[in-house]
């Protein structure tokens, strides 16, 4: 498996000498996302879905370098080359932790992934999602407001939808990132149960010790973030999870090539707007 940039990484834990190939067919959850440590903190539902299990099969893509990221701390003598191998082990290491089926790490730069339809950006992509057939595929929300998490969703779009129609993924899900869900309406969220493997949950993102020693402590925020959304989720039962992240439907995004992102996205800005107007109107604003 040869994916388009030298660095490219590609991890399969399980020791039992399966092959790339085989380990990306097989997989039935498959999470696309920018950084090293994205999928842990933003989409773990999934890796908790497959964990332990010989019947599902999570594959972890994230499609930058991780160059640029702060040195501070422990780290602060540290070259960018050099940081950029550290958060690539330890994205393996989280591979290995939560037993992932398969681990790319393509090792674009954010400026690659920025440009519409670059080609060595495009065609990894194109072998990845042509090379299997996930139930579910995770990928950035739209409203994301990190730039390369949007600009790695719309690459990933664009990617789905030059599929054969019948090659498409029948789930594609925008998880949680640099900007929380809270702004769908509740029956638009896709709530994703985090309650399983607790302890798990918990060391995947500890794992990312270069992103945490400047003081950033997205252990205890990405935890805390599903604690919060379980508890404050309006219609959600007491007995139900504990711990849950949110997701957004992009399914009709990748069905609908005509569908304008911006306007899918909007629209459903444009129901928060109504949601909050005709609460203030009820109550006499
Ligand atoms: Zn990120």
Redesign the pocket.
Known sequence: MKFSHPHADVFVPDSSGTSPEVALARTTHLCV???Q??IEINAYPAVAECYGRSDRFFTGVVMTNGAGSARTGSYASVTDAEMQRIRCEEQRTAATLGKYNLQLQLAHASADVKQPGHPAVAADLTAIFGGCRPSVVYLHQPADK?D??VACLLRCLEALRALPRDRRPARVLGVE??RDLDWLADDRKVPLDASAHPALAEKLVAVFASQIAGGKRYDLAALGRRLANATFFASHATDSAGALSFAMDLTPLVNDETLPIVDFTVAQIENLRTDVAGRLNKFGA
């Open positions: 996302i920018a950084h440590d994205d990190h390369t998490h990132g640099w």
